[in-house]
């Protein structure tokens, strides 16, 4: 056997740290530091002529000091004559620009696409990308896990005597329906307006939530306006309780602030972002041992499809 090895970048150092310990691997030695004026050198310190090579590193905040850190322990597997390159990003930054939603603006989805092929990626594996289409910018193999893996049980060990799914928004019907139907649940939809970027505006409710325990489920949280809002719709219209299940907690901008109102009874996130700080309302389960199973079958050639569930 050609043997593997796993290397992370600095974004999420205790996820790498997590799916070493699942497949009782260490990670492998790669020096990243900075130079004063920003620019970050890459040195790698074994061996991997021959290797296939996973590298574990979320697009997060500081979004382009990790994509850039991402393409240069590329670029310097690919020159150490690694036999292929398995890019591990549990979070996909600028998945959220998948698309010309007016004149003259980038598809930056599609760009950052093209970067990690032009690195030298072979393959990519993360969770809930913003768009499903985004697997069609990439000309590699991509698996696009669902955060439904780990909310499904979660959601289920609560033991809602009356619940129903919630969508935020109606581009998120299919995420909810996707939920409900494994749950057995049926689900109701909260109808906005979004004025500009990161503000929004709940207009109705499409569904009976009076004296039920509503479940929200998103794929990113970002400054929690849309979910506290949406919580707060829900409510005044008879929702007993409201919980958010969004895999990646961007929580950016008085998202703290907005989640510490407790008009949210919970949120539950995932760890494919580390939280800047905690509150006794966000829960955070781990999909890294979901990750590294991943890693297990693609070295050995084993099918992923059982996953996507």
């Known amino acids: ?10 974004a999420n150092i205790e996820f790498a740290k997590q799916i070493s310990k699942y497949l009782s691997l260490p990670l492998s030695d790669a020096g990243i530091k900075r130079f004063s004026d920003g620019e970050i050198s890459v040195q790698i310190d074994e061996s991997v002529r021959g290797k296939d090579v996973f590298i574990i590193q979320s697009t997060c905040v500081p979004t382009n000091d990790n994509l ?4 240069i322990l590329t670029d310097a597997l690919r020159r150490s004559s690694a036999n292929s390159i398995t890019a591990i990003i549990p979070y996909f930054g600028y998945a959220r620009q998948d698309r010309k939603a007016n ?3 980038p598809i930056t989805a599609k760009l950052v696409a093209n970067l990690m092929e032009a690195a030298g990626i072979d393959r990519v594996a993360t969770i809930d990308l913003h768009a499903g289409q985004i697997q069609g910018f990439f000309d590699i193999p991509v698996d696009n896990l669902y955060g439904s893996i780990v909310f499904n049980d979660y959601i289920r060990s609560k033991h809602f005597e009356s619940a129903v ?4 928004d109606i581009g998120g019907i ?3 329906r996707s939920v409900a139907k494994n749950l057995g649940l049926d689900i109701v939809i909260v109808d906005k307006r979004r004025e500009r970027a990161n503000e929004s ?3 109705n409710i499409i569904g009976d939530v009076k004296d039920k325990n509503v479940v929200l489920v998103d794929d990113i949280i970002d400054t929690a306006g849309t979910i506290v809002k949406a919580a707060q719709a829900l409510k005044n219209k008879g929702a007993k309780s409201v919980m958010a299940c969004c895999t990646h907690a961007v929580l950016s901008g008085r998202a703290y602030e907005n989640i510490a109102q407790g008009i949210l009874d ?3 996130v995932t760890d494919t972002i580390p939280l800047r700080q905690t509150l006794p309302n966000i829960k955070v389960l781990s ?3 979901i990750f590294a199973e991943v890693i297990r079958r693609v070295y050995h050639n084993e099918s992923v499809n059982s996953l996507f569930v």
């Open 103 to 105: 004149p003259r603006v």
């Open 174 to 176: 299919a995420r909810a």
């Open 68 to 71: 850039m850190e991402l393409l």
């Open 1 to 10: 056997m050609r043997g593997y090895k796993i290397f992370s970048g600095t």
């Open 287 to 289: 999909v890294a041992p």
């Open 201 to 203: 505006e709940v207009m």
């Open 165 to 168: 799914v919630g969508s935020p």
């Open 266 to 268: 919970e949120l539950v």
